[in-house]
Each structure stands twice: as C-alpha cells, then as structure tokens.
T-cell receptor, first 115, second 115 residues
C-alpha cells in the first residue's frame, strides 16, 4: 500500500471543464511534487513544494495551477486543458528539499483523459 | 548537469534466470543513484538507493545494484527472476545543483518474465 494517496484514480474531463487532483501524505514529509507521465515514458517534473512554498515550476502552462494548503496536502487545479494533457499525474513526497539523497515516495497517480 | 542512460528499453528473461538491467550515469559531482519500479497502473516504488558508503546496495524483492565509479554504472541485478518482477524499471540520478536538486530519470526498461 502506498503512503501517498491520490484522488481520483481516473478522471475524464472536457476542454472547458475545471477539475482538481488531490494528494495527501501523512509521513511528515516537507516536500511534495507533481509529475506528469505519458505512456512508455519516465515521469516529468512539473512542480516542487517545500515547506508549503512553491520552489520549482518547470515552465508548466498556466492551465495547471498547483496549491499546497498545508504540509500534508497538495492539489493540482486544472482548467481549459488540451487533449495532449492526457496522462498519468503522479504526486510524490520526500523528507526534505533540496536534499539530493532523499528518495521520493509516489502515489498511484490519477489517470487523466481530456476529451 | 547529470544524465542517465538505460541500455535496452526491453529486456526479456525466463523465470528463474538472472535479471540484469543496465544503467550508466553522467554527473559532475558524486551522484546519488536510485532504482524505481513501476507496476502497471501504479506509481513508482523505490527499489534501492546509493548515497555513500558500501557500493553494493541491497534493495527490496531480492534486487541489488553495484555502484562502479570507474565505469559510471549502477546496474540492477536479481539472481532469479519471478513472474511478479514483470514491470517497468527506472534508474535515476540526483546531485546537488546549488540548492536546486532534481531527480533525473532514465527512459526506463520494461522487464518481461517468461514462464
């Protein structure tokens, strides 16, 4: 069982919809991440939050809006997405950031389909 | 900047045979190295990591990897493959970048285990 919980597991949305992905961890980790993974590809980093502050934004389009309400929760708000945004969205956490030797703990992801 | 090369996008072995998944890295400073496994429709799970100290690292599910600085390699092995080992495996490297550490993934190797 994963210690990082993501909801929903699956999401289908139209290009005009607004939806949110949610992530929760209770390991006391201070860093949380959003990754995007296309089929047969490695995960691509989108955002990093450290101590609830946005530390890295990998030039992600503004139709993706992250939010970290507290150290245990991470949201990703979606608006006006494109079909090419369909992917597996993975949340992860780590003890600290930056800390190069701190491994990531991943959730099982949200499978997003944009129609 | 660091990079990771995984040799072989697909590896197929028979049940009970040796598993060898190859990973070479490039890093300007001593790296931290990780192997992650991804089962279908799941997130990534840490198999093992090398930070400092012993160069032979043992992980979960009977896997191990050896850090060889002279060869810039971190190959993953398991003496005897099980059907349950069928999954995608990602090698990753991390290094300090002036306080902006990022984990860089290889492209992944899909392991198939034949009965």
């Amino acid at each position: 069982d994963t210690e990082v919980t993501q909801t929903p597991k699956h999401l289908v949305m139209g290009m005009t919809n607004k939806k949110s992905l949610k992530c929760e961890q209770h390991m006391g980790h201070r860093a949380m991440y959003w990754y995007k993974q296309k089929a047969k590809k490695p995960p691509e980093l989108m955002f990093v939050y450290s101590y609830e502050k946005l530390s890295i934004n990998e030039s992600v389009p503004s139709r993706f809006s992250p939010e970290c309400p507290n150290s245990s929760l991470l949201n990703l708000h979606l608006h006006a997405l494109q079909p090419e945004d369909s992917a597996l969205y993975l949340c992860a956490s780590s003890q600290d950031w930056p800390q190069a030797n701190s491994p990531l703990h991943f959730g099982n992801g949200t499978r997003l389909t944009v129609t | 900047a660091q990079s990771v090369t995984q040799l072989g996008s697909h590896v197929s072995v028979s049940e009970g045979a040796l598993v060898l998944l190859r990973c070479n890295y490039s890093s300007s400073v001593p790296p931290y190295l990780f192997w992650y496994v991804q089962y279908p429709n799941q997130g990534l799970q840490l198999l093992l990591k090398y930070t400092t100290g012993a160069t032979l690292v043992k992980g979960i599910n009977g896997f191990e990897a050896e850090f060889k600085k002279s060869e810039t390699s971190f190959h993953l092995t398991k003496p005897s493959a099980h059907m349950s080992d069928a999954a995608e495996y990602f090698c990753a490297v991390s290094e300090a970048q002036g306080g902006s550490e990022k984990l860089v993934f290889g492209k992944g190797t899909k392991l198939t285990v034949n009965p």
